[in-house]
């Protein structure tokens, strides 16, 4: 049997945390998937899931090989694009979604550059803050911040993105300058939340003695756009938390003033997802591959801009 369909079923298994889920993606039966995981777990000499008749689980040999694994099969992936002539000419339409304040300042800036360079493929970008489903919407990849939810799905990482609390001077004069996340309790004071759907309470990750503690802060205003927070924020009617990137060139000009330095937000992981495919697209991975390096690039500038800590 083949090493690599060894490789491709563990990997399956891993993301999905059962073999009968593995094994219907797979479009194989439950003992060839089981069969293939003891296979390859005899060849590496380790055992690679924990198996009980409710729960399994990766080892630390399965955790440590994962990683080589996916690899080892985008690798392969790359390599059969190569020589079936898709991976240099790209074609077809590209359904991308993202954040509206990354998608804005991140994404869309750079789309042009991307279909200069590939002709004959179109962008379909679509910006919304609120959590999109690949499958259902038929979407290709997904640029997000946070953790994703859905384990079924494959992420690359691209960064992890510094925030900041920030508000208008106008606002600092009024209500004062909250020097830790207590004074944000303690003194009161107006916090811009983005609500996402099914959000029961604000809680701001804030770094504090070493370890991420999480504030309950309160506040009248609150909105599914980030960028109408930034608008808030402005106008002095509060305190919003953003990604550095959002709100360099504001900070930059002395237009939004960081507060609560004593205790920093926790940095916020930037990644893409995508399904996974037995053969992923050609031109999905080149748009990944394109906007990875740039966004990259966008996000050490605008700290650099802001003139906050790396």
């Given amino acids: 049997m083949s090493y690599l369909d060894n490789i491709r079923t563990f990997v399956r298994v891993y993301e999905l945390g059962s073999m009968s889920a593995a094994g219907r993606d797979l479009r194989i039966s439950p003992a060839l998937t089981s069969s293939r995981i003891s296979q390859l777990e005899e060849k590496l000499s380790v055992r690679l899931f924990r198996r009980t008749t409710r729960s399994l689980t990766p080892t630390e040999q399965g955790k440590a090989f994962y990683g080589g694994a996916c690899e080892v099969l985008d690798s392969v992936e790359a390599a059969e694009a190569q020589v079936i002539n898709i ?138 756009d980030g960028d109408v927070l930034t608008d808030w924020a402005l106008a002095g009617h509060g305190i919003a938390m953003k990604p550095v990137f959002e ?29 996974h495919r037995r053969r992923q697209d050609p031109k999905a991975r080149l748009f990944m591959d394109f906007m990875i390096d740039r966004i990259s690039k966008d996000i050490r500038n605008a700290t650099i801009q802001a003139q906050l800590p790396r």
């Fill in 87 to 224: 991976t240099d000419n790209p074609k077809g339409s590209l359904y991308v979604a993202a954040p509206l304040g990354v998608g804005r300042r991140l994404i869309a800036p750079q789309v042009p550059a991307f279909l200069e360079k590939y002709p004959e493929v179109s962008v379909r970008l679509r910006l919304t803050d609120r959590k999109v489903d690949l499958t259902t919407e038929g979407l290709d990849l997904s640029f997000f911040l946070g953790q994703p939810e859905d384990s079924t799905l494959r992420i690359r990482k691209i960064a992890d993105v510094e925030r900041v609390l920030c508000a208008s001077s106008e606002y600092i004069e009024a209500r004062g300058m909250p020097q830790t996340g207590a004074d944000l309790i303690g003194e009161g004071h107006e916090c811009l939340n983005l609500r996402f759907p099914g959000a029961t309470e604000f809680q701001w990750p804030l770094r504090a003695d070493g370890a991420i503690r999480k504030f309950s802060v309160q506040g009248r205003y609150e909105s599914d």
């Fill in 247 to 275: 709100v360099a060139e504001h900070i930059a000009a002395g237009r939004l003033v960081p507060v609560v330095k004593q205790n920093p937000p926790e940095p916020i992981q930037m990644a893409c997802l995508f399904t």
